[in-house]
């Protein structure tokens, strides 16, 4: 699993940072300083954290390319519907062109894992196979299993990827989301701290 | 695929159908009628639909019970974010426990088939294998193709539902999807024909 | 302020009800079970109130015609999204034709009270001037205060209505759609006693 | 009227635009060409334009700082629901203390303005006598006229942007919020001139 920051809110050319702070946290905060009437301030922030005032969390959003992630993890991810996505279409890619990798969970060790590997070139060769006979591309697909690699660009507000943190980077959560999770955590914190401080996303969890 | 009609709106217990209508139709004459403080008139509908004033569609809701779709079809549609669905859990499902079934295209036919249902018995072999291994359900599914079929309820209301049934009833859709909504349509349009008006429809269409 | 529930989601016309459940509590229970391949019961609504599986709760939706609110109030409450509106438009109405009535909070009394009605008196004459004088209703409304009644026709569903009631119900909020809100919770609680259960909810809170 | 934009989506640190593309025009070729696996590419943009692939255009979001629109404009646009909004808030101003200035169209001009003006005296006359008699501002505000002005934050995508673009820069509009879009359009095209490319604007209208 690739996880790229691709792009985030930034400030317009002629606004300045408030000091001390990244153009993300700069941009959360000139919203709650208007809204407030108030001088920009650095601890807007964590009172608005604090006091569950999340919807000006919204006004950052951060674009990240995912790439090696399986169709399992995919489904997932895209039942978060406060986001925009752009998925690689397994309907239209033909896949005796281009090359087709697969996921596979650390659960699957030894024996299981030749098993694993082996079961993953049949579904291959049945791809082909059913290419070959004449079955279209988006029809072909049926046989590919849900490890299949796949790539995509989403994009989220901090205030959904808090939500988001606090369900999949749950000790229940799935492995794969909950990795997936985890880089877009690290890569978010870089850019906006203050947003989300590691304490405030501590109590959240 | 079944599809069946499990829920829709309809009126409180003391407010009278509008006289002619359906309970679906009179739920959004209601709506209109409020809006623009004149007497309920079936005719508000055509007029809304002909002005492209579609948000008065959105009082009323279809919730749906699908069997059968394969997890191909369910991905598509689960990109339509403003619904609510509820899924079986491939996750949480042991399918050496439960039995499972496939969707098999019509394009795979003859020795295809043969081939196809092959390997869907050697996707199901490999699922009881990486099982009998201690390989948990959550990752034994990766090995799931496509094809696994899966059930699922979800509820939309009127105005997505015209909004998809332009993106989907089209020829250039999947087949499987498509068929999927021509179900949804002819459910819809008998509980709410003047909403979903053949006419209108196809002019969207 | 006048509360109406005007609609609501029931089962299709083949479906029974869950045993002792009402129509709107059997669909929510009905798609759990779906998402569970297990027997309808309606412990399942109290299970996934506790787990916080409140997707499922998002199945039924409410339509409630609301009469006699402030535009304050109408404000507050539009600023829930994930709801449909349809509302009374000042911009086409005239109100020299039209009666238009004013909310009064019980905060202004005695004096105030009286000084508060000459002054919504004052508002009516510039209104009928302006419309005299040739300027257009869509104009001549801004000399309306944020007191004038509205009237609206909404739809939201159970998970939203939670979110909301959890907001609007708590002492800090405005009195005004707290008003309405209470009004709100017990219309629902009546369709749907075990989704809106008086210790769930109060949880909530 | 001001309209000012704030922020808005730009790329991250390490990534290059595409040659002879801005940030966010560029971000949105990013995604497509991750979609199709092809190499990034300006018509890229025309051609998802043309063929109505629009939520590639929800990556790319603007931020905007709005001051002194009338609180009718304001309930206009915030029944956009595809946005975030942080506005100042009326229920806790206490405008005795705070300026407060009003809209004034420009459809009551002459004598009308003059009557305007005085109510608009009348207006600020009796919400201090309200305060003066110990009434909260929460409630000594429902005098306030539609005309008073507001200031806010909001954010919006580019497809929702287009969307809005065609509602709202329509001549059936109100006059106020298609000078507000009107405004918008021209900070975006700066920042984004493939995405809102006139042509394709025009076309939309």
Redesign the interface.
């Known amino acids: 699993m690739e996880v790229?920051?691709?792009?985030?809110?930034?400030?317009?050319a002629d606004?300045p940072a408030v000091p001390g702070c990244t153009?993300a946290d700069s941009?959360v905060i000139?919203?709650?300083s208007?809204?407030?009437?108030a001088r920009p301030n650095p601890n807007m922030i964590r009172h608005c954290l604090e006091r569950g005032h999340h919807?000006?969390f919204?006004?950052?959003?951060f674009?990240f390319?995912v790439r090696g992630i399986?169709?399992?993890c995919?489904?997932q991810l895209?039942?978060h519907?406060?986001a925009?996505?752009?998925?690689?279409?397994?309907?239209y890619?033909d896949y005796t062109k281009?090359p087709v990798d697969?996921?596979?969970?650390d659960?699957?060790a030894g024996?299981?894992a030749e098993?694993?590997r082996a079961?993953i070139e049949?579904?291959q060769d049945?791809y082909r196979?059913?290419r070959a006979?004449?079955?279209?591309p988006?029809?072909a697909?049926?046989?590919?299993?849900?490890?299949t690699m796949t790539?995509?660009?989403f994009?989220m507000?901090a205030r959904e990827l808090m939500h988001c943190f606090k369900l999949r980077l749950d000790p229940h959560a799935?492995w794969e989301i909950r990795e997936l999770f985890a880089r877009v955590r690290d890569l978010v914190r870089e850019r906006a701290p203050l947003t989300f401080a590691a304490r405030a996303a501590e109590e959240e969890l």
């Open positions: 790229e920051l691709l792009a985030h809110t930034g400030l317009a606004m153009e941009v000139y919203a709650i208007q809204c407030y009437r919807s000006v919204e006004h950052i959003h674009t390319a399986s169709r399992a995919l489904a895209t039942r519907r406060l925009s996505y752009t998925v690689e279409s397994q309907r890619c281009k697969f996921v596979q969970p659960t699957i024996e299981a098993r694993y079961f049949q579904a049945c196979d059913l006979a004449g079955v279209p988006e029809d697909r049926f046989v590919l299993p849900q490890a790539n995509l660009v994009t507000n799935q």
